[in-house]
C-alpha cells in the first residue's frame, strides 16, 4: 500500500486591522498547495454578525510563463462587481511573486474604512494582505521569491 502524501499545508487563518482603520480587520484564509495558492479574505467590523459577510468574488491567476515579466493572466471565476478589482489584483500580484497559480476568494469591503473606503486605504489594504501572505509563503517554503 503507497504511503499517502499531503498536497497542502494546514489552512492558516489570520486576522489584522486595516492600516487606517482599526475597528475593521481584514480576515485572511489560506491555504498553500504544492501547485497553487488558495487565498480567501474578508473585513469584519464589531457591527458584522459574528464576521458573515457576502459572497465575493472569486478570481484564478496564473503566471505568464511564456513572458515572466509580463503580467499574469487572470479570468473571474465568480463576479461581484464591488469586490472584483481587490480579487483580481491580488491574484495578479500573488501569482507574479510566487510563480504558482492563485485563486483568491474576496469579499473585503473598505466602506467602513477611516475615509470611506478612499483609493489610497484600498491600496494599502492590498498591499498589506500581500506583506501577509508572501510571509506566511516565504516560512512554509523556503525557494520563493
Avoid at 17 to 45: C, D, V, W
Avoid at 89 to 108: C, D, E, F
Amino acid at each position: 500500500m503507497a504511503a499517502t502524501t499531503t498536497t497542502a499545508t494546514q489552512p492558516i487563518q489570520l486576522s489584522f486591522p486595516l492600516p487606517h482603520a482599526a475597528q475593521t480587520r481584514i480576515q485572511i484564509h489560506l491555504t498553500q498547495h504544492k501547485t497553487a495558492l488558495l487565498l480567501f479574505i474578508t473585513s469584519t467590523t464589531p457591527d458584522t454578525d459574528s464576521g458573515a459577510a457576502p459572497m465575493g468574488s472569486f478570481v484564478y491567476a496564473i503566471p505568464n510563463r511564456a513572458t515572466p515579466t509580463a503580467q499574469p493572466l487572470s479570468t473571474a471565476l465568480y463576479t461581484q462587481t464591488p469586490t472584483l478589482d481587490v480579487a483580481t489584483r491580488l491574484a495578479k500580484i500573488l501569482a507574479k511573486r510566487t510563480a504558482m497559480p492563485t485563486y483568491v476568494g474576496n469579499s473585503v469591503s473598505f466602506a467602513s474604512a477611516g475615509a470611506g473606503g478612499s483609493v489610497e486605504e484600498e491600496m494599502e489594504g492590498v498591499r498589506r494582505v500581500v506583506e501577509v501572505v508572501m510571509g506566511v509563503v516565504g516560512k512554509n517554503n523556503g525557494n520563493m521569491p
